[in-house]
């Protein structure tokens, strides 16, 4: 059962960090989340790990030390992540973000490094891989452990939103599954990054938990592995819709990979489909 937790937003309203998503792609929000939520989510997650779902992936190949895990779609069948991504404080959020009338629930994707984890999460932007177009359109990263640099806190390219470019996603580890799905896009390759972009030009902060992240579909962004020997790194990427978006029918997505189409039903969407229904549903207003 779902104890009594906050689901209004305590941050103040504020044009600053609205000011700073638009113009860099990406800001930070400090304790939006009370310690209620970061236990309960982080009892959630250590559930998740211990039971994987078959769309689940380990990018940690064996013998390597750490575990870096993924998965998706935990809303599905974990009344807890439900709850989250619906009675949180963050589909408030996501209205704010988006300046739309109703936000949806597009999915969740956990995210987890261990300690002494190498693994490094490529260089990537976000939409690419989703079949998904429209301007309301938002990613929430939330972290129960602190996220440092050390401990692979997510890097984003300032400004990259605004480059007008879409480029090829990355398969997030050898033999998960992806990279022939999204080999069938034809985008052209990302830019080398590290040796490309100025310091200057890289965001990175360290985060305490009840903190998040935030950042725009195509703000190209990354991860570093888990240097620390001691601290872990548990984090859940929420994805929210406006209005405005709608489906795209285009090749290379991460839904028309093989084991995401066994998992999921079929969506029943045509080209220009709104985003509704069961599997995308309405979490603001509630």
Do not use: C
């Not at 929210?240 to 990979?257: I, K, N, Q």
């Amino acid at each position: 059962m779902t104890p009594a937790l906050p689901r209004s937003l305590s941050l103040e309203p504020s044009a600053a960090w609205l000011e700073a998503y638009a113009r860099d792609g990406a800001a930070v929000l400090r304790g939006v989340l009370d310690s209620g939520w970061v236990e309960f989510m982080r009892k959630a997650v250590d559930r998740a790990l211990d039971a994987p779902s078959s769309i689940s992936r380990e990018y940690t190949a064996d013998g390597r030390p750490g575990r870096y895990f993924g998965d998706f779609f935990l809303w599905r069948r974990d009344e807890d992540f439900q709850s989250f991504m619906a009675d949180s404080p963050l589909p408030e959020l996501a209205s704010r973000i988006l300046g739309s009338e109703h936000v949806f629930f597009f999915y969740d994707q956990l995210l987890v490094k261990e300690p002494g984890t190498a693994e490094e999460t490529p260089w990537h932007h976000d939409l690419p891989y989703w079949p998904l177009r429209g301007t309301q359109i938002v990613s929430i990263w939330v972290p129960f452990d602190p996220a440092t640099p050390e401990t692979g806190t997510v890097t984003y390219v300032r400004g990259s939103h605004r480059w007008g470019k879409m480029f090829a996603p990355a398969a997030f580890g050898e033999g998960s599954g992806f990279a022939a799905t999204y080999a069938e896009g034809g985008l052209e390759p990302l830019p080398d990054i590290a040796n490309e972009v100025e310091a200057e030009g890289i965001l990175v902060w360290s985060l305490e938990p009840g903190d998040i992240l935030i950042h725009h579909p195509l703000t190209i962004h990354h991860a570093r592995g888990n240097a620390s020997s001691t601290t872990r790194r548990r984090g859940l990427a929420l994805r929210y819709v406006g209005d405005d978006a709608v489906f795209d029918d285009r090749p290379g997505t991460f839904l028309e990979s093989p084991h995401m189409k066994a998992y999921l039903p079929d969506l029943g969407l045509r080209d220009g489909d709104a985003f509704r229904g069961e599997l995308f549903p309405r979490v603001w207003p509630r």
